[in-house]
């Protein structure tokens, strides 16, 4: 988004207003789109993506951790090749029990190590990925659950 005639499914939308909070990963591209997103009224808890212009990447940093009923999620947008990602990851944030990233838009859940890494995919642009996809969190009893959301 806003390139196109790209929008948010209503069952994105849906799921994003009835939560208690929004994580978002990058690419925002501009501004107006962060705060359609703000404005749907859960916090929004977001990092700046690699096509997100400078009114985005001053508003938003690089990497931000959040800490969730005990469970510390990292966000960032470009966690690196696929490659030793895991590992990676672990070596990056030694504390983070779960890293949130996006770029790729491919859907992708992986543990090990005592981490979960996650890419939600995209809900406007999947790329090569098969479908549209979200992701949704849950944390409860000092553990995250994370869930990919296929919207069409």
Same mark, same amino acid.
């Given at each position: 988004m806003p390139r196109g005639? %790209? /929008?948010?499914?209503? /069952?994105?939308v849906e %799921?994003? #207003?009835? =939560?208690?909070? !929004?994580?978002h990963a990058g690419?925002?591209? =501009?501004?107006? #789109?962060?705060? $359609? !997103? $703000? =404005?749907?009224?859960?916090? #929004?808890?977001? #990092?700046h993506g690699n096509v997100d212009g400078p009114d985005v990447r001053q508003r938003l940093p690089e990497v931000r951790a959040l800490e969730v009923e005990g469970v510390r999620i990292v966000m960032v947008h470009d966690a690196g090749p696929a490659d030793g990602r895991l590992k990676r990851l672990r070596r990056h944030f030694p504390d983070a029990d779960a890293v949130v990233f996006g770029h790729s838009h491919l859907p992708l859940h992986e543990t090990g190590n005592g981490l979960q890494i996650f890419n939600p995919g995209s809900p406007t642009e999947r790329r090569s990925a098969p479908r549209h996809t979200m992701g949704v969190a849950e944390v409860a009893d000092g553990r995250a659950r994370f869930e990919h959301v296929v919207l069409d």
């Open positions: 005639g %790209r /929008a948010l499914p209503p /069952a994105c %799921r994003m #207003v009835a =939560a208690d909070a !929004i994580l690419d925002f591209t =501009a501004t107006v #789109v962060l705060r $359609e !997103i $703000e =404005a749907l009224g859960p916090p #929004v808890h977001a #990092v």
